[in-house]
């Protein structure tokens, strides 16, 4: 069955290697021009390419929200081998292509790993921002290395993993306090403190690791670009947004749900928890969904919000917010469950409250990394993750 696989496998790799070949070709060996968010990533990068080691005050004050990694890396290239942008977008590309590799090389079997393959690119934003000087690769690459150094209980590298992903971007933070909190569950439920304590440090050293960037800017984002976007005000630091949280809901439910549906990963849809539970749960969604429609998700942006933009051409504004709710509910069944799984949607939903737009491509490290564990499920992972089981009655 192992040689079955790989050699399976093996096909499906050169099948990939083909298709991000000519999708390569395609895009003009992605030298194309300069488009989206690369107009202002694209000059920051180049302020890290006049140095080999950035000044604390270019670590301080470069023009962007996110944490530099990225844009030390892409200037580091351009610095090194120079070639422009194209450059980067390679360097992006074949990080995107390694990532369905490794996927390909860690499958259990052939039906999850043709599924996983198809819920990713599928999604709209993962070849897209392969192909582009973006911050989200590099953090999904970290990410998945990550997630896969805890399913093999490597806690160094998995901290590591973990700290690198969030000197990239912080929305990353949700993964590490999702493995923070389930470690400490399994803890507390079966009293093997020292057997996880070594995972329980990663993760704590892993979240730590904001501290130092949010003592060298007085908070999550260099000040400049903060006090430029207007996210410096008292009003702002404080606020939440459910609205944005209740989109991202509903997009888990269109993106990730539903196609797990169809591609009939799962058989059946029994309610996770107690249906009292899970009565009141649907209770205080529809009870937001009234206070806080998430009505506003579009900027003026072609990309931003495809689900929203499809609805909007044939729904009104009280029916779109109706299909919300409907996919929210659906997600909300699907994970609404005391385990990694669950503790990680509920991480991910939660730091949306602080997002600045409510922007599908948010949803792109949670959902590659929720397929990466149907297509993966090593025996930690079905131990703890259970993804592809349905409970028992």
């Given amino acids: 069955m192992k040689v079955r696989l790989w050699k399976f496998s093996s096909v499906t790799a050169a099948t990939l290697i083909a298709l991000y070949a000519a999708l390569a070709v395609a895009m003009q060996g992605l030298g194309f021009e300069v488009r989206d968010d690369e107009l202002h990533f694209w000059p920051t990068s180049l302020s890290f390419s006049h140095t080999w080691f950035p000044s ?7 023009h962007e929200l996110n944490t530099p990694l990225p844009f030390m890396i892409f200037g580091f290239l351009e610095k090194l081998m120079g070639g422009g942008i194209a450059v980067g977008r390679w360097a992006n590309y074949l ?34 921002t ?21 399913q093999r209980r490597r806690p160094g590298l998995c901290a590591l993993s973990f700290i690198l992903g969030l000197a990239t971007r912080q929305y990353v933070l949700a993964f590490p ?21 070594p995972m329980l440090l990663a993760q704590i050293a892993a979240v730590a690791s904001l501290l130092p960037w949010f003592w060298l800017w007085g908070g999550f984002a260099p000040p400049s670009e903060a006090l430029r976007q207007g996210l410096m005000t008292e009003i702002e630091i404080r606020r939440l947004i459910p609205e944005n949280s209740l989109y991202f809901l509903a997009a888990l439910g269109a993106y990730f749900v539903l196609p797990e549906r169809l591609l009939r990963l799962r058989e059946t849809f029994y309610p996770p928890i107690k249906s009292w539970i899970f009565g009141l749960g649907i209770v205080m969604l529809m009870s ?106």
Avoid at 56 to 62: C, G, I, P, T, V
Avoid at 95 to 110: E, F, I, K, P, T
Avoid at 183 to 196: I, M, P, V
């Fill in 56 to 62: 604390l005050e270019l670590l301080k004050n470069y």
């Fill in 288 to 393: 937001l969904f009234w206070i806080f429609p998430p009505y506003g998700n579009l900027l003026d942006v072609p990309t931003m919000g495809f689900l929203d933009r499809v609805l909007r051409l044939f729904l009104s504004d009280t029916l779109r917010v109706a299909v919300f709710f409907g996919l929210a509910t659906w997600a909300f069944w699907r994970f609404a469950r005391p385990d990694f799984v669950g503790l990680l949607v509920l991480c991910n939903v939660l730091l949306m409250l602080k997002a600045k737009v409510a922007w599908d491509k948010y949803l792109l490290l949670l959902l590659v990394v929720l397929w990466w564990l149907h297509a993966t499920e090593s025996p930690c992972a079905s131990s703890t993750l259970n993804l592809n089981k349905s409970p028992k009655h």
């Fill in 95 to 128: 990080l995107s292509l390694g990532l369905m590799l490794l996927l390909c090389w860690q499958a259990r079997n052939r039906s999850v790993l043709w599924a996983a393959l198809v819920g990713i690119l599928l999604f709209p934003y993962f070849l897209a």
């Fill in 130 to 150: 392969s192909m582009l000087v973006y911050t989200d690769m590099l953090a999904l690459f970290c990410t998945i290395l990550g997630i896969w150094s805890y």
């Fill in 177 to 197: 306090v999702a493995l923070l909190l389930h470690e400490l569950g399994k803890a507390l439920q079966t009293q093997t403190w020292r057997e996880r304590r």
